[in-house]
């Protein structure tokens, strides 16, 4: 079975310029994960979904980030205008809703870096 | 204010020997608490987990151990491999929040020398 897929697995980009980041999860899957990793904060949850709809963002540092998820199979993280403290390693993830105590199943990240 | 704490960012030992990896927590809400591995380039995976009502939960050659009243976790890998070499994160759920909304500590890199 495929797993959670993410692209790009990496992006260099300049400062100011929009930065796109996808995430497939996995099929049947009801919950999708955006994470954050940094050297100084660890992995940081930003913002998770249940059957597409936003439950909670509290963890989206701040306007310039958005998280889209138009349909079961797809979901963005987008970053305008990008800046240099926002390199970080991306991940996405997602879990069914048997349990709650369902482990989440990571993608393999986008390793962003913001010039 | 890191809520899950993992205090030593490194730890090697030796092939066959046991590893123990430490976290501690601050939040008394956690009721349940998870361990994940990643290896470089990797997206963390899945461990082992334990309920805040149980002591211990054993898996092959992994075991974790929970003192609520410490509020302290250990992860025992016993015997450890050159293959378990990785990053080891710990995390836990509130159980007056989402049932899905984990925090994380920020990792115990392991090694096991051969």
């Known amino acids: 079975d495929a797993g959670v897929i993410q692209s790009p697995r990496h992006e260099v980009t300049e400062m100011g310029q929009e930065v796109t980041l996808r995430c497939k999860p996995i099929s049947g899957h009801d919950y999708l994960f955006w994470y954050r990793q940094t050297m100084m904060r660890g992995l940081e949850l930003l913002i998770y979904?249940?059957?597409?709809?936003?439950?909670?963002d509290s963890g989206m540092p701040e306007d310039r980030f958005s998280a889209k998820m138009p349909n079961a199979s797809f979901s963005t993280l987008k970053i305008q205008p990008s800046e240099p403290r926002d390199s970080a390693v991306y991940f996405c993830?997602?879990?069914?809703?048997?349990?709650?105590?369902?482990?989440?199943?990571f993608g393999d990240g986008t390793r962003l870096s913001i010039l | 204010d890191q809520q899950v704490k993992q205090n030593s960012p490194s730890l090697s030992v030796q092939e066959g020997r046991i590893s123990i990896l430490n976290c501690d927590y601050t939040?008394?809400?956690?009721?349940?608490f998870l361990w994940y591995k990643k290896y470089p380039a990797e997206g963390p995976t899945f461990l082992i987990s334990i309920s805040s009502i149980k002591d211990k939960n054993e898996d092959g050659r992994f075991t974790v151990f929970l003192n609520k009243s410490a509020k302290h976790l250990s992860l025992h890998i016993v015997p450890s491999q050159p293959g378990d070499s990785a990053v080891y994160f710990c995390?836990?759920?509130?159980?007056?929040?989402?049932?899905?909304?984990?925090?994380f500590g920020k990792g115990t890199l392991l090694t096991v020398n051969p």
């Open positions: 979904f249940n059957n597409n709809v936003p439950i909670d």
């Open positions: 995390a836990a759920k509130d159980r007056g929040g989402s049932n899905y909304k984990l925090t």
């Open positions: 993830a997602s879990s069914t809703t048997t349990g709650p105590n369902q482990p989440q199943h």
């Open positions: 939040n008394s809400m956690f009721d349940y």
